[in-house]
């Protein structure tokens, strides 16, 4: 449209990366102003590439938008999904859309990386010369950021203390799901213009079918409800092991909004009421602490906007001579690398999107200390593959295992990968459904393939670096980075 035909005054409620109609803040703030909502979700193709979004994942969210455009529908709000190349033409999208539909205010859920943030600031600078309004809402995370802190009003660095001050925050002020009915009906005129019933196009951009992830409301509801029945009680026990299914496999609803963190926490108490008491031999508190997790890494984003632009939190280690060896990188990225729990993961993320939490720290203390290769690219690689790629968990994540992050695993405590998949895949069973190379080498070699009689008969690379070697190398490499920074400061 390019010329007002609505003259009923509505109000916007802008999807992002919270595509759901239950307990979703910005929606229940547009319900509650009483007028007609329009529902509107940019996609920004261009966006995605340099943001390295995988495609499973925009698949996914383009079959979540089917079902949220039908739910809208229930509730009398018309959505309507317009695809331009990146933020910058969003932004003009928005003042388009509330000049088409005669908007006084738009509402959204923030975002904390620094180039949406910006985004949101180029939108509420335009609108409001007109006169319209733009509410956004902290919505992501359970707590708001700048609320746990330290009592020097500092954000904690190191995550014990952070969950400690989280689990007192929330006990005293809990924050629980809130859903708003809508019982406001649209005009004939913006249901003609926004047909419920047309499909919403597929976007420009790759595809890979995320069919492995139901979408339903039912299906994600029972999930949730699954897991808490069936695993969360002996989750600390069981979710290491990526050859068993202990996990509750969720991080990808998060990611995309089409669950809250919040759901996730009432539902938990209300199975385990007990669930907030530390407690490590505990499978809900165990269950708790990633949840905290996430919060943590959400806080931290939020604070230090140069984590959005890949600076390492600990500054010394923007001086650590990492490798740019395209042959070893390629290695690691095809699962190429001799080290069977490192290879059986990465084949993993490649053919699903999808990778085990222990494999991640594996795979990424593998590609940034036994490679020494920056760890940028593997972040960037997890981007570009994972079906719950989240930037501030991802980014927490390698800098954690890289040791150039807050709280992150000391430089000089390096993970021997084949310890680690002797430990947590004994007999390899998770190996042998992705490495089909080695399904026949005995349990006794099956972490380390090239030591069995048999090897020659195998069509598996022998390891491509001496973890003992690299181990070495590599906690050199942090020293001599620590040792430049303290002379040059």
Same mark, same amino acid.
């Given at each position: 449209?390019? #010329? ?17 109609? +239950?307990?979703?803040? /910005?929606?229940?703030? $547009? ?49 309507? +999904?317009?695809? +331009? ?8 999208? %928005? ?13 959204? #859920? ?21 006169? !319209? ?50 019982? %406001? ?7 003609? &213009? &926004?047909?419920?019933?047309?499909? !919403?196009? $597929?976007?420009?951009? *790759?595809?890979?079918?995320?069919? &492995?992830?139901?979408?339903? =409301? ?56 007990? /669930?907030?008491?530390?407690? @490590?031999?505990?499978? $809900? ?37 990492? @490798? ?9 990225? =095809? ?9 059986? /993961? ?15 720290? %594996? ?23 994972? !079906? ?5 968990? #991802? ?5 954690? /295992? ?7 695993? *000391?430089?000089?405590?390096?993970? #021997? ?18 490495? @089909?190379?080695?399904?026949?080498? *005995?349990? @006794? ?28 190398? $590599? ?15």
């Amino acid at each position: 449209m390019t #010329n007002k035909t609505v003259t009923e005054q509505h109000v916007v409620i802008w999807f992002r990366s919270d595509l759901r109609v +239950v307990d979703n803040t /910005a929606l229940n703030h $547009a319900i509650d102003s009483g007028l007609p909502i329009i529902a509107l979700f940019i996609a920004t193709p261009m966006q995605w590439h340099q943001h390295n979004i995988a495609a499973v994942q925009v698949d996914f969210i383009h079959r979540r938008l089917q079902v949220l455009k039908q739910q809208l529908a229930k509730r009398n709000i018309p959505l309507q +999904v317009i695809e +331009v190349n990146d933020f910058a033409e969003s932004v003009h999208v %928005i003042d388009q859309v509330c000049f088409d539909y005669n908007a006084v205010h738009v509402f959204a #859920n923030k975002q904390y990386p620094i180039n949406e943030q910006q985004r949101d600031n180029s939108v509420g600078e335009l609108i409001a010369k007109k006169g !319209i309004k733009f509410s956004i809402f902290d919505d992501n995370y359970i707590l708001q950021p700048e609320t746990v802190l330290t009592r020097d009003g500092e954000l904690f660095k190191v995550f014990t203390p952070f969950r400690n001050a989280w689990i007192k925050r929330f006990t005293l002020s809990p924050s629980y799901p809130v859903t708003k009915k809508s019982d %406001i009906v649209t005009s004939d005129a913006v249901i003609k &213009l &926004l047909s419920i019933s047309n499909p !919403i196009k $597929a976007f420009n951009y *790759p595809i890979i079918d995320s069919v &492995l992830w139901p979408v339903d =409301e039912e299906t994600i509801a029972q999930r949730l409800e699954t897991f808490f029945e069936t695993k969360a009680e002996t989750y600390h026990q069981n979710r290491d092991f990526p050859a068993i299914d202990g996990t509750s496999c969720l991080s990808p609803y998060l990611a995309i909004g089409a669950l809250s963190a919040r759901q996730c926490l009432y539902q938990l108490l209300q199975h385990f009421p007990n /669930a907030l008491e530390i407690n @490590k031999d505990d499978g $809900a508190f165990t269950w708790l602490n990633e949840i905290v997790w996430r919060e943590f890494y959400g806080h931290l984003l939020h604070r230090y906007p140069e984590l959005s632009q890949y600076q390492p939190f600990q500054k010394f280690t923007q001086f650590v001579q990492w @490798k740019d060896d395209a042959v070893l990188l390629k290695a690691w990225q =095809e699962g190429k690398t001799g080290f069977p729990i490192v290879d059986a /993961a990465m084949r993993q993320l490649r053919s699903t999107g999808w990778m085990h939490n222990r494999l991640r720290m %594996i795979t990424a203390s593998f590609l940034t200390k036994d490679l020494l290769c920056d760890w940028r690219v593997g972040e960037q690689w997890f981007m570009q593959h994972l !079906i719950d790629g989240d930037f501030a968990s #991802n980014n927490g994540g390698w800098q954690w /295992a890289a040791s150039t992050g807050t709280d992150a695993q *000391p430089y000089f405590r390096v993970f #021997n990968p084949t310890l680690q998949g002797q430990r947590f895949d004994p007999k390899g069973d998770f190996i042998r459904t992705w490495v @089909k190379e080695l399904e026949h080498v *005995p349990d @006794k070699y099956i972490h380390t393939p090239h030591q069995w009689a048999s090897a020659e008969s195998l069509n598996y690379p022998l390891p491509i670096v001496d973890h003992k070697e690299a181990r070495l190398i $590599a906690i050199e490499s942090f020293k001599q980075a620590k040792a430049y920074m303290d002379i040059h400061q």
